[in-house]
């Protein structure tokens, strides 16, 4: 620590008294410090290079024999800086006094209190208060005490340039953090957004790193919150890399496990007030009616209706019929003709009699059929596997983009609260927080 300020010495030297009477007009006498004894008060912590860098200034001596000798200097000396709350610091350096040669028998030293009155306001530190005390220490070597007094210069670290610079900035990066759970994982730019967000908590942590002396002593108030901070960032973007993991998954590479669907397409997803897309909308099938039939494609997709036009329902899984005699059902490879019940039908308009198979009676056999039905019969199977397969593949892949947002919206509660947590219990965690937004903010 670095100050400047005037150390008063006064002391009664009784061979310098003299009668006013026998010398009229002479109230004051001024010596040099080589004409009088002068008390070798010294700066015991000092860290100049000089040990004793005050000014060599005369000696005030009066007709009492009171003599005063107020030297200026600039004191350097050693503090232990307590960086544990920077930048909402208090920090309490010592200023210690005593003689270098006179033990306490033969030098009486006492203390007068500290002046601040003409205290220059610093744009970085507030003055507190410069209390002082007089000790006396007994060493081994010697039974004589030596006393000392000892200034303690309180001064509170002004915040209002490292919230500016450093806190408000930290906290809005930690804010764009949680934008990373917003971003839309199609975008391609989740992971983009959290890297440039922890490179510049890095950036900021290194600004941080030239301010801060360099001590092992304790970790300082804002280190531990850029520290939580890039914690945080670097874990969303992990949690990012797992969100687009569940999006992107490849449908043919399996199905989602029972446990994750039960915990995230369940639990969570009810914990978090989320419902997959097309959840809510979608209606109810209405009972069929008596001269509905449905016969799945399964194992009648070869059937052609007696009356009416067929209907498709969802890629050909499903067909429906409506008419008031039972459906003819062609000949499946795998099934005999003997058990397929059949009535009388005759041939629909909309088909040739070639088609429907009037030379061959009702039901024939695939091999003894017309070969070109055949061919459309196993090319409707072909379709409609392929729909289904397609379908399925639809649906793992909904559930894995849906587990992902999930996954995202989890991250962004999560995140968000312990976000605040961090803040709010590390920076009000120091001691004069509530001081220094008083004094600093207000």
């Known amino acids: 620590m670095t100050c400047m300020h005037v150390c008063v010495k006064s002391w009664f030297d009784h061979y310098l008294q003299w009668n ?3 010398h009229p007009g002479v109230k004051n006498l001024r010596f040099t410090t080589d004409q009088i004894w002068t008390p ?3 700066l015991y912590n000092s860290a100049d290079d000089d040990f004793d860098s005050t000014f060599k200034t005369n000696v005030l001596v009066n007709s009492s024999g009171y003599a005063e000798y107020l030297p200026p200097g600039i004191f350097m000396s050693t503090c232990n800086v307590d960086v544990r709350w920077f930048p909402f610091d208090v920090q309490k350096c010592v200023l210690k006094f005593g003689s270098w040669t006179y033990d306490g028998w033969l030098l009486d030293l006492q203390m007068n209190e500290a002046d601040i009155s003409g205290y220059m306001p610093n744009g970085e530190w507030d003055l507190i208060g410069v209390p002082g005390a007089r000790n006396e220490v007994f060493y081994d070597c010697c039974k004589e005490p030596y006393p000392d007094v000892t200034f303690m210069v309180t001064i509170r670290r ?5 919230a500016l610079n450093l806190l408000i900035p930290c906290m809005l990066m930690s804010s764009m953090t949680l934008l990373i759970f917003v971003l839309p994982a199609d975008s391609g730019e989740k992971i983009s957004l959290g890297i440039t967000v922890l490179l510049s908590l890095t950036v900021f942590m290194l600004l941080v790193a030239e301010i801060m002396p360099a001590t092992s002593d304790s970790v300082p108030l804002i280190g531990q919150y850029f520290a939580s901070i890039m914690i945080i960032v670097g874990m969303s973007v992990i949690a990012t890399v797992v969100v687009l993991q569940y999006h992107h998954h490849d449908p043919n590479g399996g199905n989602m496990p029972k446990w994750v669907k039960l915990v995230l397409l369940q639990w969570v997803a009810w914990f978090l007030r989320m419902k997959r897309p097309g959840e809510a909308e979608k209606p109810r099938r209405p009972p069929c009616a ?4 449905r016969c799945s494609s399964g194992s009648h997709s070869g059937s052609i209706p007696n009356h009416g036009d067929p209907t498709p329902a969802n890629n050909g899984n499903l067909l429906y019929f409506q008419g008031t005699e039972e459906p003819t059902l062609l ?3 795998a099934q005999r003709c003997s058990s397929i019940p059949v009535g009388p039908r005759s041939p629909p308009p909309h088909l040739p009699p070639h088609l429907f198979g009037m030379a061959g009676g009702p039901c024939q056999a695939p091999g003894h059929g017309d070969p070109l039905l ?12 392929r729909f289904r397969q397609q379908d399925q593949a639809e649906c793992v892949a909904d559930q894995w983009k849906f587990a992902g947002a999930v996954i995202d919206r989890l991250c962004l509660v999560a995140f968000s609260v312990f976000n605040i947590i961090c803040t709010i219990s590390i920076l009000l965690s120091a001691p004069n927080f509530a001081d220094a937004v008083s004094k600093d903010f207000v």
């Open 40 to 42: 070798d008060i010294l």
């Open 20 to 22: 006013q009477s026998e």
């Open 331 to 333: 000949c499946d490879a």
């Open 374 to 385: 055949q061919a459309i019969l196993e090319e409707v199977r072909y379709m409609a596997d």
């Open 290 to 293: 008596p001269h509905l039939r």
């Open 158 to 162: 002004r915040t209002l340039y490292y």
